[in-house]
């Protein structure tokens, strides 16, 4: 069996107390990692002055887990700066928020390059690699470089963009060439695969061959969807613990006989946090029977808040609330509760349990983990029902949900409406359906799969070196 390196900018190692809430990729890794003997390798989350060029190394379980710092240079460049300033927006369709800089853009490479160069002094032949996210692209390209022809994976957890909007970005075609050294490539959804196949084929003239696989200077590279599923064993039977934490313990006491929608999402644009807030003040305008007898709580954990567009999004979010609650609110009714701590994911899945409604309306999204985890939180006797984004990749397997465009309040809001409405006998037949499906697409599907693909040494490269 050979080993699994995973290479990602986060990296979640297991927290010793047992009750931190582990992170998305933590868990999705969780199984694969038991298979396989592993090293994950990635950011330590830490800046220093002169960090180190070999990382530290961490032992947990069947994991060792290898940790680079950064400088703060480094951290601005490539993090703060490319990764999320320019390369976010642009893969979001935000083309107006995307702001490049070539100092950023060199800073994201360097960082890609010591990362490889680490990590190639700890990788053996018959490693699968397997590296997540777009603060790497460039990582397999890197590893190439030096020599590296093990079965390389990317993961891209968030949308690929339609290659008219992911050329507008400078560096764009330089990642995309990149692209060409990794053996398989998954997205979330059959949507991104086209577009970044076809990015690949335009740009370059490369060939297809089949549905998924294009040729480039040689190289064949598999590009295919994947779409992330959840633990869903594991989310339910912390949903089904008896809420015992203070927040759930409260929010039941203020709610009373009210009805609870919810929206849980980091505070980032691409959630649509204030367009949903709008969305709910249109249908309390629409529906004023429906004042006092519903709140909506929404969940924004603060996020990368040393970009200044993150700022600028929290303070809309604020006064749009504001400005909200003050219009439409009582005394003793507040239509919006808003926070933006984090909470453990215990605490989650009894709220998502609670909420007649799960408001997930992202202006785009790779996948969104929370319309996953909402459905698998609801009570199958009297499930509450899941608004969704039609631009989440969510939407492409939950087609039960009522699929809205999030940038349309009215519909949002009559979607609302609809979900408050709608009886017991077709809310059981809409989870039950999405239940299926994110039970056969969980998060072991999506792991093993990918794994086995990228094992697969059928139509193997044989010249691995880009030439
Ligand atoms: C998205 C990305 C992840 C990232 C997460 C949190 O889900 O796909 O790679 O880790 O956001 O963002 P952060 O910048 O805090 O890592």
């Known amino acids: ?30 199984e694969a990692f038991q298979a396989y003997r592993g090293l994950w390798f990635g950011w330590s989350g830490r800046v220093s002055a002169h960090p180190s060029l070999e990382p530290k190394l961490v032992d947990k379980g069947n994991v060792h887990y290898a940790l680079m710092d950064l400088t703060p ?14 390369l976010w927006p642009n893969m979001h369709y935000r083309l107006g928020l995307s702001e490049f800089s070539r100092a950023d853009y060199a800073g994201y490479l360097r960082v890609n390059r010591s990362f490889a160069n680490a990590l190639a002094r700890m990788t053996r032949p018959d490693d699968l690699i397997w590296v997540h996210d777009y603060h790497l692209i460039p990582l397999a390209a890197e590893l190439r470089a030096l020599g590296l022809t093990n079965r390389i ?15 507008t970005l400078p560096g764009s075609r330089e990642l995309l060439r990149s692209i060409a050294d990794y053996d398989l490539v998954g997205v979330q959804t059959d949507r991104d695969a086209d577009n970044l196949r076809r990015g690949i084929v335009q740009e370059f003239g490369a060939t297809q061959q089949g549905t998924d696989v294009v040729v480039l200077d040689g190289r064949r590279t598999r590009i295919k969807g994947f779409p992330i599923g959840i633990d869903v064993k594991g989310f339910q039977q912390v949903a089904r613990r008896s809420p015992a934490h203070r927040v759930v313990a409260q929010t039941v006491a203020s709610l009373g006989p009210r009805r609870l929608i919810i929206g849980v999402d980091r505070l980032d644009y691409s959630k649509g946090i204030p367009e949903r807030m709008e969305a709910f003040e249109r249908f309390l305008i629409s529906n004023p029977d429906q004042r006092g007898n519903v709140t909506f709580l929404q969940i924004a954990p603060t996020s990368r808040s040393e970009v200044p567009e993150y700022a600028s999004l929290s303070r809309t979010a604020s006064e ?24 453990p994911r215990s605490v989650l899945a009894s709220l998502y349990k609670i909420a007649r409604v799960g408001l997930v309306t992202p202006m785009r999204d790779g996948m969104n983990l929370v319309a996953k985890e909402y459905v698998a939180a609801q009570d199958p006797e009297d499930p509450g029902v899941l608004i969704l984004s039609k631009f989440a990749g969510a939407a492409q397997q939950l087609t039960d949900a009522f699929i809205v465009n999030p940038n349309d309040k009215f519909e949002v809001a009559e979607a609302i409406r609809d979900a408050l409405h709608m009886d017991r006998e077709e809310r059981i037949a809409r989870w039950k359906r999405m239940m299926k499906i994110i039970e056969d697409y969980d998060v072991s599907w999506w792991a093993d799969s990918f794994l086995k693909e990228l094992g697969d040494r059928k139509g193997t490269n044989k010249a691995r070196r880009r030439v």
């Open 320 to 343: 749009t609330l504001g400005r909200i609650n003050g219009a439409l609110g009582e005394p003793g009714w507040v239509p919006i509760q808003y926070v933006t701590s984090a909470y």
């Open 153 to 167: 994976g990317y993961f891209h957890h968030i949308p690929w963009p339609a290659p008219e909007v992911f050329g």
């Open 1 to 30: 069996m050979p080993r699994l390196v995973v290479v990602s900018n986060r990296v979640a190692i297991p927290d010793p107390t047992g009750k931190g809430s582990a992170g998305g990729l933590a868990v999705a890794l969780k």
């Open 73 to 86: 240079i480094d951290r601005q460049e490539y993090y703060n700066g490319f990764a999320n300033r320019a």
